[in-house]
């Protein structure tokens, strides 16, 4: 590091041993300065640095209980959405089948459910529903002839008639959905459930996981892949006449899934439902994703008016920083050639012609054809 | 709690009680040690006579306020410097802002109606001292108040000022270059109008 030079030194040692000033206040500029504090500092008491006093352990357990009091009877968790109050925002179609899900749900014995160790409670959830909803539709994936209890096992059917044990094609045999007649009487056994609640109820889920897309997208991809072909054929296909009508609904069941904040954590299996992995397309992503706000032009306009004010007063210096603030708030904004017109014209007081020459042809090269240019032009003499 | 030390530089300071830890500190207590470190360096940061009454005044009022706040993590001359620098700042704005900007340009230039620049070849010891100050830029004039005045070492320069070391000892060094070279022009001025 560079040293004083000696002269530096005997001229701060000179000052140092000659000039009061530099020692501090004289003995009566001390006291006039205590004299003016001492009622300040009577004004301003000090807080008090330690809270250690029995009053204020008696005040912070006192706080402390009414806070727990407070917390075990006021708060409560909202409340999960059932699968009836889920249904009751479905269109009447998707409703029934919900419906009667819930009911084969509520019938059924819990051992012969195809999540075995799900707890019941969990039925109501909202995911659990559509993951209800999702198996009642992904039926065409089990084996009817997979033993009963099995992890390929069907589960039971709805009309609780058949016997997931019967060879397929008997008549107590369980029902696929693949395998459903479309042309059956509706009500009959054979008869495939209406296509709004495959459609509705496999696309809202999409929407539940606040996962990293990258992760979404592996386990989307690995679900897709372990669905058979004939079942990819009859949900596609249910779900194709839906997609003109179904976008609102969707994205208001999506909203309130993802911003509805009671999602339990439920272990991954139980929140990303096969069957919805089908319909979750980036395409129907974009519904919920909101558009940034337009740029404020009240805010260009006061950065605009106040560096033209700038300008007025002979403050071009000022006004360059006001338009430099615009440039970085509103780098497309609605006034970007009045910014420049006017940053040619701040340079041009500050005698920077060669920065306003440029400044004038970034301008031209944007094909403005702004009013202000020739105007600048003349101010400027370029 | 550490124990801090309410001495200030050798045989400047006038000595108090000294407290054996921050939370038994009094604002009297601090006045009475560090009153002539608080004058001095706002004299120092720019602040003329007429003025440093107000700045000292409000530099014991911040720190009144403050004191309970203040852990002993530091020195307080540090720590003091700090309240004192920013009260400083705020005077030099509050100045910029009530006066125009030429009175307050001629005053931050002028520091005594007497020091014109005429009369600069007649000035001697502490006003020659201040007016060569008045030449260095605001950053560099701090760190060379606390490194050749206060005689601080770099790492209390760089707590005070919230600076890394690296960054201080270089501005010391522009410090002493600026100065140099203000005092080199001084006596070439004063070697012409002889």
């Known amino acids: 590091m560079s040293e004083l030079s000696p002269d ?16 501090g206040p004289s003995a009566e500029q001390r006291a006039r300065l205590r004299e003016k504090l001492t009622p300040l500092w009577a004004a301003e008491a000090p807080k008090p640095p330690a809270r250690s006093g029995l009053r204020w352990k008696l005040a912070t357990a006192v706080v402390i209980a009414g806070i727990s009091v407070w917390g075990a009877t006021a708060w409560r968790p909202e409340p999960e959405p059932t699968l009836r109050a889920v249904s009751s925002r479905l269109p009447p179609a998707a409703a029934k089948t919900l419906t009667a899900a819930e009911a084969s749900e509520s019938q059924s014995p819990s051992g012969s459910e195809s999540a ?63 395998a459903c007649d479309p042309n059956a009487p509706r009500g009959s056994a054979r008869a495939c459930p209406p296509r709004g609640a495959a459609a509705s109820l496999a696309a809202a889920p999409r929407k539940v996981p606040a996962r990293r897309p990258e992760r979404a997208a592996a386990s989307e991809s690995l679900a897709v892949a372990s669905l058979r072909a004939p079942a990819r054929a ?23 899934a993802d911003y509805g904040g009671t999602r339990p954590a439920t272990p991954r299996a139980e929140r990303v439902p096969r069957t919805a992995a089908i319909v979750r397309t980036p395409e129907r992503r974009v519904d919920t994703v909101q558009d940034p706000a337009p ?34 708030r509103f780098p497309t904004g609605s006034l970007v050639e009045e910014r420049m017109a006017m940053q040619a014209l701040a340079l041009c007081a500050l005698q920077r012609r060669h920065a306003a020459a440029t400044v004038l042809s970034n301008l031209e090269a944007r094909g403005s054809k702004s009013q202000l240019l020739p105007r600048v032009r003349s101010q400027c003499g370029l | 709690m550490r124990s801090i030390s309410l001495v200030g530089a050798p045989n400047r300071e006038a000595r108090a009680a000294e407290p054996a830890c ?19 360096s706002a ?46 700042r705020a005077h030099v704005r509050q100045l910029i802002r009530s006066r125009s900007q030429t009175e307050t340009s001629a005053e931050l230039a002028d520091p005594n109606a007497a020091c014109a620049e005429s009369q600069l070849s007649t000035l001697e010891g502490a006003r020659l001292l201040y007016t ?28 005070a000022l919230d600076l890394e070391l690296s960054n201080v000892y270089a501005r010391v060094r522009r410090a002493r270059m600026a100065f140099d070279a203000a005092l080199r022009r001084y006596r070439a001025k004063q070697a012409r109008t002889a």
């Open chain 1, 8 to 23: 530096a030194r005997d001229l701060i040692a000179q000052a140092q041993k000659q000039g009061p000033e530099l020692l």
């Open chain 1, 234 to 256: 009859s949900m596609e296909q249910a779900s194709e006449p839906e997609k003109a009508s179904e976008p609102e609904h969707v994205a208001r069941i999506a909203h309130s």
């Open chain 2, 132 to 159: 060569l100050l008045d030449e260095l830029e605001p950053d560099l004039r701090e760190v060379f108040v606390l490194s050749e005045l206060e005689e601080m070492s770099g790492p209390s320069i760089a707590e």
């Open chain 1, 116 to 178: 075995p160790s799900q707890p019941k409670a969990a039925a109501h959830d909202r995911n659990v529903a559509y993951d209800a909803e999702g198996a009642c539709s992904s039926h065409a994936e089990c084996d009817p002839n997979a033993p009963h209890g099995s992890a390929r096992a069907c589960p039971p059917c709805a009309t609780a008639a058949c016997d997931p044990m019967a060879s397929a094609g008997s008549a107590r045999a369980c029902l696929a959905s693949s």
């Open chain 2, 22 to 40: 921050a939370s038994e500190l009094r604002v009297d207590q601090v006045y009475e040690a560090h009153v002539d470190f608080v004058w001095r």
């Open chain 2, 43 to 88: 004299r120092s940061l720019g602040v003329r006579e007429m003025n440093i009454d107000d700045v000292v005044q409000e530099v014991f009022v911040v720190v009144q306020r403050r004191l309970a706040e203040f852990e002993g993590r530091s020195d307080i001359k540090t720590w003091l410097f700090g309240i004192t620098r920013r009260v400083v």
């Open chain 1, 295 to 328: 740029p404020s032009l009240d805010g260009e306009l006061e950065l605009l008016g106040a560096a033209q004010t700038a300008l007025q007063k002979q403050r071009p210096s000022r006004a360059l920083t006001l338009l430099q603030e615009h440039a970085f």
